[in-house]
Structure formats: C-alpha cells, structure tokens
T-cell receptor
C-alpha cells in the first residue's frame, strides 16, 4: 500500500494568496483527519471526516480555513487568504476505524511570507 | 487546550540505557496511543493500550496505563542511536485522537 499521500510537500507563498493542500488516504480507510503542527502549539486537530462527511471542525482556526472530502480517496484543505501565522506543517492521516491507529502522510510544509 | 502534558520535554541518554517518557491527561479515554516522529517526517504509530489494560509490550517498548492517575508511560529499553526522535502520546476520546506536546529523545552512540 502506498500510504497516505500528501501534496505539495513544500509550499512557499505570499500573504493573501490562496493555498490548497491535498490528501489521498489509504484505500479502504473511512476516517480522515487534518492536523497542523507548529513549535508553539504542537499538533492540533483541525477537522476530521467519517465516510466523507465532516464530523468535527471545531479545530479549524477561522473562516479562512475550509476542508472538503468530495469522495473516499481525496480531501483538500484550503486557506484563503493565507497569513504568515498559518506557516506550519499540515498533516493528513487516515484510519479504518476511528478508534484505532492513525496512518500519517509525510506532511505539507507551508511557509507564508 | 487540546494538548496533554508530557514529560520530560527533552531527554538525552547514551546507547544501551533505558528511556522513560510520561504522559498525563485530564479527560476519560477509550485508548491511549504512542507515536514516533523522526525529524521532517510524519508520525508513525508505535503501540495502543486500551483503557481496560494496564501494561503492554512490543519489542523493546513497554507501555503502562494508570487510569486512576490519568497517566501513561513509555519505556524504551536498550536504546539505540536510531531511536532518536520525538515521541507523542495521543488520547482517544469519542471519535478523535488528541496529541500531547511530545518528548524529544536524543540517544548518543
């Protein structure tokens, strides 16, 4: 299995630009999670989906952030407009059963100048 | 805050020594999991312990869970330089996994 695939691995953009991060979960997994990791705040859960439906988006920092899961094999996290404080590593993770172990992608490192 | 407490924040030991990391939490859990993260990489699952279990082993890893004290510990025995990484505990509550702040482990050859 290819594992969870995230793209891009690195993104450098200017403040005000739109950023779209992409994730392909492991085939057969029905839960998908987006996390953000920074030195200051550690790993924060932003949103998670179960069977393509958003279940809890209470971790999404503000309206500039949105996430979608149009089908079982694809999810996006969008930031519009981006700000320097959004600079972080964004991880996507999936699992078959929301109670079990999570499989993480390698992350997308975002730098907003 | 989403995060629990882990200590120590950083730990440096020599190869062959044991490393112990602790994790405390505040809410009830379904299970508690430990993950490892190498620099610049994603997190990798190490071990899961359910709320009705007290101890679990996997190779050189030993995890304990004390639900009365709301704490867990991860012991790595006979450490190797390759064990150098950050280690995170994650508490499973309802449907989601909440991560602690992590312990940075450095193992010197």
């Amino acid at each position: 299995d290819a594992g969870v695939i995230q793209s891009p691995r690195h993104e450098v953009t200017e403040m005000g630009q739109e950023v779209t991060l992409r994730c392909k979960p492991i085939s057969g997994h029905n839960s998908l999670f987006w996390y953000r990791q920074t030195m200051m705040r550690g790993l924060e859960l932003l949103i998670y989906f179960n069977n393509n439906v958003p279940i809890d988006d209470s971790g999404m920092p503000e309206d500039r952030f949105s996430a979608k899961m149009p089908n079982a094999s694809f999810s996006t996290l969008k930031i519009q407009p981006s700000e320097p404080r959004d600079s972080a590593v964004y991880f996507c993770a999936s699992n078959r059963d929301s109670t079990g172990e999570l499989f993480f992608g390698e992350g997308s490192r975002l730098t907003v100048l | 805050s989403q995060q629990g407490e882990e200590d120590p924040q950083a730990l440096s030991i020599q190869e062959g020594e044991n490393a112990t990391m602790n994790c405390s939490y505040k809410t009830s859990i379904n299970n508690l999991q430990w993950y490892r993260q190498n620099s610049g990489r994603g997190l990798v699952h190490l071990i899961l312990i359910r709320s009705n279990e007290r101890e679990k082993h996997s190779g050189r890893l030993r995890v304990t869970l004390d639900t009365s004290k709301k704490s867990s510990s991860l012991l790595i025995t006979a450490s190797r330089a390759a064990d150098t990484a950050s280690y995170f505990c994650a508490r499973h509550n309802t449907d989601k996994l909440i991560f602690g702040t992590g312990t940075r482990l450095q193992v010197f050859p």
